[in-house]
Nanobody, 124 residues
């Protein structure tokens, strides 16, 4: 069992930066693929970034490629999302999630554990 808790959301102006952090509990955290997702009002939850257990592979959605960076520190059981050059369309609730696998997965249904989410609002 893995429990996840996000932090770092808030209100930022367009062009600004935020760093989200996800703290996980449980020994298995370091063995799992981790993902960051977001859900805007009226839209489906979408994956925006993922990282395999050792950081060897990363994935980014086209909408955030070049602006967001995912990283993890298994010693601290954390996975972070650095978000730069934020745009109003990045406004959403952001979730971290863990998939019980060590390979790259980008399908929402493959993720087994979820945090409660943190709100990110980007003003124009």
């Amino acid at each position: 069992q893995v429990q996840l808790e996000e932090s770092g959301g808030g209100l930022v102006q367009a062009g600004g930066s935020l760093r989200l952090s996800c703290a996980g509990s449980g020994r298995a955290f370091s063995m799992y693929t981790m993902g960051w997702f977001r859900q805007a009002p009226g839209k489906e939850r979408e994956i925006i970034a993922a990282i395999t257990w050792n950081g060897g592979r990363t994935y980014y959605a086209d909408s955030v490629k070049g602006r967001f960076t995912i990283s993890r520190d298994n010693a601290k059981n954390t996975v972070d999302l650095q978000m730069n050059n934020l745009k109003p369309e990045d406004t959403a609730v952001y979730y971290c999630a863990a998939a019980r696998t060590n390979i790259m997965v980008v399908v929402t249904s493959r993720y087994d554990y979820w945090g409660q989410g943190t709100q990110v609002t980007v003003s124009s």
